[in-house]
């Protein structure tokens, strides 16, 4: 059973178009992130929402939206893609606790995002 | 999906002790990244280690890489407050560095004043 689920894994796409990468994950968790993996490795974090609220918006273009229908799904649309968008993209979700302390965060597959 | 087994799950520490996390591998790690997460935040980037053997460190935090490149540990000298968080690893599957990166299961550090 998979936690945390992205789809596509894999995304190869055109210049200027508009794609949307989905994540869903299945523990319950009330908090889920999006990620951007830049070529140095390092992860910067784009969104965050805890029960479909957005609680961090990290400085992204507004190309980048995310949705949350539901606390178990987050999905991220990019319009008018960029060559600079090519990155891979992990969705991750953990356990809001309270101000008791951070929650571990389970990471997808990751989905490798190619630009033409 | 989650590859890399760290241990402890859970520490807790007295201020101004030392301590030690462990992240293993059955498999060569060609790149290791250790991240931490503060409460409310994203992943914090703290070190990077790809040649066996090799140890950064970086102001009371060393991490090192084992010579067989499938264990790294992050070690806090004198713990602070500051240091509570998750401690998470992550590693390249593959040589190149061009491969999305797997993630261990979290450490847990409380520090208690």
């Known amino acids: 059973d998979t936690a945390v689920s992205q789809t596509p894994k894999y995304l190869v796409t055109q210049m200027g178009n508009d794609k949307s990468i989905k994540c869903e994950q299945n523990?319950?968790?009330?908090?889920m992130y999006w990620y951007k993996q830049d070529s140095k490795k390092f992860l910067k974090i784009m969104f965050s929402?805890?029960?479909?609220?957005?609680?961090i918006n990290e400085t992204v273009p507004n190309r980048f939206s995310p949705k949350s229908p539901d606390k178990a799904h987050l999905n991220l649309h990019i319009n008018s893609l960029e060559l600079g968008d090519s990155a891979v993209y992990f969705c991750?979700?953990?356990?809001?606790?309270?101000?008791?302390?951070?929650?571990?965060?389970?990471f997808g597959p990751g989905t490798r995002l190619t630009v033409l | 999906s989650q590859e890399l087994e760290q241990s402890p799950q859970s520490l807790i520490v007295q201020e101004g002790k030392n301590l030690t996390i462990n992240c293993t591998s059955s498999?060569?790690?060609?790149?290791l990244y250790w991240y931490k997460q503060k409460y409310g935040e994203g992943l914090i980037f703290l070190m990077m280690?790809?040649?066996?053997?090799e140890e950064k460190s970086h102001e009371k935090i060393t991490a090192k890489l084992d010579e067989k490149k499938q264990q790294s540990s992050l070690h806090i000298t004198a713990s602070q407050p500051s240091h509570a968080g998750i401690y998470l690893c992550?590693?390249?599957?593959?040589?190149?560095?061009?491969?999305?990166?797997?993630f261990g299961t979290g450490t847990r550090l409380t520090i208690i004043p």
């Open positions: 991750a979700s953990s356990q809001r606790r309270g101000l008791a302390g951070a929650d571990t965060q389970y």
């Open positions: 523990l319950g968790h009330d908090t």
């Open positions: 929402y805890n029960n479909k609220e957005l609680i």
């Open positions: 498999k060569t790690l060609y790149g």
């Open positions: 280690l790809q040649k066996g053997g």
């Open positions: 992550g590693a390249d599957p593959f040589p190149g560095g061009n491969e999305k990166l797997t």
